[in-house]
C-alpha cells in the first residue's frame, strides 16, 4: 500500500468542556495537538498529516507545527453531539473533490500524546496483511473485569456482577481478557466509511498497545496525569542525555 493511498488526519474540534482549549493545551513544552503531528510525520507510512478543525485558532497551531489544514470543518460536524465519523467523511469527500482520493484514512486523535510510532504504524501493517478487514483500532489490557469486580444496581438498589459468566471465578485473572479501546490510532479503509453507519459495522481488528502509551485524555484529572508522565519523560531525556 504505498503512501499515496494512505492519509493521516488529526480530528481536533474547538470548545472542548471537560478540557477547555484542550487541543492547543501546553503539555511537555508544546501543545497537546503537536505531539499527534510529529508522530504522525515520522511514520515511514505517512508522507503529511491533515488536520479537520472547526476552529481558526487551532488551524494556525497546527500548520506551526507542519501540519496541512485545507478547510475548516462545517459547525454542524463540531459539536458535542457531532458524530466523529460523519467528521472522517467530510475529510474523506473534501480531498475527492480536489483530485486526491485515497485508500486508508489513519485517525490520530490528539488525546492520547504518549502513542510511538510502532503503533501506527502497526495498524497500518495489520490492515495491509488483511485485505478483507475494514479497519483496525488499537486496544490496552483492562484492568477491571464486569465477570469479577464491575457491579450494576438493581432495581431494588442491591448490586450484582455487571456481566455474568458460565461457571465461577475467584480471581480477576481467571475470567475471559477484555479490553479498553484507546485514542492510539484507527487505520480504516475510506470505501468503509463511506457506506458504513458506524465502526464496528464490519470486520475490525485491533493492535495491543502497553498502558503507558494508552492515555486518553478525557478530564483535567487525565491532564494532570499526562503533565507528571511528560515531566517524568523530560527528567529521563535530561539524564539520558
Excluded at 482549549?21 to 501543545?31: D, E, Q, R
Amino acid at each position: 500500500m504505498p503512501e499515496s493511498q494512505i492519509r493521516a488526519f488529526i480530528f481536533a474540534r474547538g470548545g472542548s468542556k471537560g478540557v477547555p482549549g484542550k487541543n492547543i493545551k501546553p503539555l511537555g513544552g508544546k501543545p497537546l495537538i503537536a505531539h499527534a503531528i510529529d508522530c504522525a510525520l515520522s511514520c515511514p507510512s505517512l508522507g503529511s498529516v491533515t488536520v479537520s478543525t472547526d476552529d481558526p485558532e487551532i488551524a494556525a497551531v497546527a500548520r506551526e507545527f507542519g501540519a496541512e489544514v485545507p478547510f475548516l470543518r462545517p459547525a454542524e460536524l463540531a459539536g458535542d453531539t457531532s458524530a466523529e465519523w460523519l467528521a472522517w467523511r467530510h475529510a474523506i469527500a473534501h480531498f475527492e473533490d480536489h483530485g486526491r482520493p485515497f485508500d486508508v484514512m489513519l485517525s490520530l486523535p490528539t488525546t492520547s500524546p504518549f502513542r510511538a510510532v510502532e503503533d501506527v504504524e502497526n495498524c497500518i501493517a495489520m490492515l495491509r496483511r488483511n485485505p478483507a478487514t475494514d479497519a483496525v483500532i488499537t486496544v490496552t489490557e483492562a484492568d477491571r473485569s464486569p465477570y469479577f469486580n464491575m457491579v450494576r444496581f438493581t432495581d431494588e438498589g442491591q448490586v450484582k456482577l455487571a456481566a455474568e459468566f458460565d461457571g465461577a471465578i475467584s480471581r480477576r485473572q481467571d475470567a475471559p481478557r477484555l479490553f479498553n479501546i484507546t485514542t492510539v490510532a484507527y487505520a480504516v479503509r475510506t470505501a468503509y466509511v463511506k457506506r458504513a453507519g458506524g465502526l464496528f459495522e464490519g470486520a475490525v481488528q485491533a493492535v495491543e498497545v502497553p498502558q503507558e502509551r494508552a492515555l486518553d485524555i478525557d478530564t483535567p484529572y487525565d491532564f494532570k496525569i499526562a503533565q507528571l508522565l511528560a515531566n517524568d519523560q523530560a527528567l529521563q531525556d535530561s539524564a539520558s542525555g
